[in-house]
T-cell receptor, first 112, second 113 residues
Framework: GESVGLHLPTLSVQEGDNSIINCAYS??????FIWYKQESGKGPQFIID?????DKRQGQRVTVLLNKTVKHLSLQIAATQPGDSAVYFC???????????FGSGTRLLVRP | KAGVTQTPRYLIKTRGQQVTLSCSPI?????VSWYQQTPGQGLQFLFE???????NKGNFPGRFSGRQFSNSRSEMNVSTLELGDSALYLC????????????FGPGTRLTVT
């Protein structure tokens, strides 16, 4: 069933292209950031994380960039595949707790 | 390892009733967090439990409560249900070491009529 908002910003990309999903976070004291992917009917799935003492972190086909000056986070997906179609959330964490504050999400649609 | 499991997956209740949702974390994970997801408000933190103690709490009314058992399994309870409580309730578990990485279950879809 539908588990996320119906009016999310949507990014549509061609299969094989690179995708960049952006997120503005709210608290300059946040020290840990995570990107999650959520497919319809499923819970969020961890993609990649980054601590505030880093600017960039790379995973398999994904890169997260952190710009603390403007409180901006981005997720880059290389060679986007149909299976990447989902809603992507950024989340921030502060005061070394397990309380995550989630962004509103971006829907990624991959055109074949 | 088995992932986070939540039961039931779907639930329909009537206004005024109460409901209990269950979450079994990944084996070895001691921290369990609960989130509410709605189209209007997105994902919102409810509370987090560690070693049977609530460590963090979000901004929800007292009708929302939870607990954690000695085996790290957790339950959340919502009393006097309102229509606005209709949502996907997600549980996430963490090892509670140096990483704050949380692993989510599939959620319980609660519909209040």
């Amino acid at each position: 069933g539908e588990s996320v908002g119906l009016h999310l910003p949507t990014l549509s990309v061609q299969e094989g292209d690179n995708s960049i999903i952006n997120c503005a976070y709210s608290n300059s004291a946040s020290d840990y950031f995570i990107w999650y992917k959520q497919e319809s009917g499923k819970g969020p799935q961890f993609i990649i994380d980054i601590r505030s003492n880093m600017d960039k972190r790379q995973g398999q086909r994904v890169t997260v960039l952190l710009n603390k000056t403007v409180k901006h986070l981005s997720l880059q997906i290389a060679a986007t595949q149909p299976g990447d179609s989902a809603v992507y959330f950024c989340a921030e964490n502060m005061d070394s707790s397990y309380k995550l504050i989630f962004g509103s999400g971006t829907r990624l649609l991959v055109r074949p | 390892k088995a992932g986070v499991t939540q039961t039931p997956r779907y639930l329909i209740k009537t206004r005024g009733q109460q409901v209990t949702l269950s979450c079994s974390p990944i084996s070895g994970h001691r921290s369990v967090s609960w989130y509410q997801q709605t189209p209007g408000q997105g994902l919102q933190f409810l509370f987090e439990y560690f070693s049977e103690t609530q460590r963090n709490k979000g901004n929800f009314p007292g009708r929302f409560s939870g607990r954690q058992f000695s085996n790290s399994r957790s339950e959340m309870n919502v009393s006097t249900l309102e229509l606005g409580d209709s949502a996907l309730y997600l549980c996430a578990s963490s090892f509670s070491g140096s990483s704050y990485e949380q692993y989510f279950g599939p959620g319980t879809r609660l519909t209040v009529t």
